[in-house]
């Protein structure tokens, strides 16, 4: 498995070694001692699993006082994820990055604890697949507004986005909780 660092600190992708032929492909999409090797040294404990069709913008979610840390992939389709830097004492707060994962590249995506992440379908529909350090407290999530102004995010949005109706109530990045 291959790490590609990112700009921001603690944060990169993964690329596994694909090994096919004719009959289709295998690889590990999980494996703890070469994860480890490579600075990935959290404990998971739920595995989480959503279809979602194009244009379905997720996001931007986090959790407060018991943050979750995120290893995501797609198994099928196309997303642009994103993520925003929540971490007040990192250089690159308020910043945001977007990552293409698919089931074509096969990539996966490090996000640790203190980052606002979400998603935009960029193909028909997509399976997303993520594992995470702690477990879903609806009481503890926090959302950023995907359409925030000052982040600009470019979504890169062919269409008209669909948003939940808990997402369309994000707040603003200058009101969001942070983290230190």
Do not use: C
């Not at 600190?9 to 480890?36: H, I, T």
């Not at 995907?146 to 269409?159: H, V």
């Amino acid at each position: 498995m291959k790490r590609i660092d990112t700009p921001f600190e603690g944060l990169f992708v993964l690329e596994p070694k694909v090994f096919g032929d004719d009959r289709g492909f295998f690889l590990e999409s999980y494996n703890e001692q070469m994860l480890a090797a490579l600075g990935l040294r959290e404990h998971f404990v739920q595995d989480n699993h959503s279809y979602s069709s194009k244009n379905v913008i997720r996001g931007l979610h986090y959790q407060i006082s018991r943050p979750q840390a995120k290893l995501v992939r797609v198994v099928l389709g196309e997303i642009r994820d994103v993520v925003v830097d929540l971490r007040r004492s990192s250089k690159t707060f308020g910043k945001w990055e977007a990552i293409h994962l698919s089931g074509e590249n096969k990539q996966m995506l490090w996000i640790p604890s203190g980052f606002g992440h979400g998603f935009r379908v960029v193909s028909d529909g997509a399976h997303v697949v993520y594992k995470a350090t702690d477990f879903y407290a609806p009481e503890l999530e926090r959302t950023v507004a995907w359409n925030d102004p000052e982040l600009a995010i470019d979504w890169q949005i062919d269409g008209e986005p669909i948003i939940s109706a808990k997402d369309q109530r994000g707040v603003p990045f200058q009101q969001a909780e942070t983290f230190q």
